[in-house]
């Protein structure tokens, strides 16, 4: 089983919004035999709470139901993941920094946007201080992001289905 990993700040708004949109594509093309998702955030503010609402909602809107509580990153995520995405340039630097404080290394951390084709910007714009249209636009960028990253998954690990 390959396991990736999305990570935001709160795990609330992003990084489950990717979960679900990754769970599903994967699902839809039979494959969660072999790959799986989790979320997590790097912050404790959001620990045991559910997906913010608008991010519920603009999953609901594309067929895709979320299911997660907010949880922090930690020692053993870096251990047990084969793949890390970061939603910002932030986040992954937060990454970075609690795998120094536990000296562990990980070769296959990406920021989600390095996977968007045409991307134009390199992170997930954090929509938690907007309006509902901020989440839309994140939708369809985690959409566009991890469509293409599961081509590459599929490449990388010679799953043909
Ligand atoms: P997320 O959004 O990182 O996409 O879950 C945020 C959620 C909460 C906060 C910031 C960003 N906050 O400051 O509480």
């Given amino acids: 089983m390959i396991k990736v990993l999305f ?24 494959l969660a035999y072999k790959f799986q998702s ?3 955030g790097t ?12 991010s519920v909602a603009s999953a609901k809107r594309h067929g895709i139901a979320i299911s997660h509580r907010g949880r922090q990153l930690n020692h053993a995520d870096i251990r047990d993941f084969d793949y890390i995405i ?3 340039k932030s986040n992954k630097k937060n990454i970075l920094q609690l795998m120094e404080s536990y000296n562990l290394s990980h070769d296959r951390i990406y920021l989600m946007r390095e996977f968007q084709p045409n991307a134009s910007s390199n992170e997930v714009p954090d929509p938690y201080y907007g309006g509902e249209d901020g989440f839309e636009n994140v939708y369809q960028i985690l959409n566009e992001s991890i469509k293409e990253f599961i081509v590459q998954l599929k490449k990388e690990h010679q799953v043909y289905a």
């Fill in 7 to 30: 990570v935001c700040l709160g795990n609330i708004c992003r990084s489950p919004l990717a979960e679900a949109i990754f769970n599903h594509q994967i699902n839809s093309l039979d």
């Fill in 38 to 40: 989790d979320s997590c």
């Fill in 43 to 54: 912050s404790d503010y959001h620990i045991g709470e559910l997906p913010d609402e608008r």
């Fill in 86 to 88: 970061a939603m910002d």
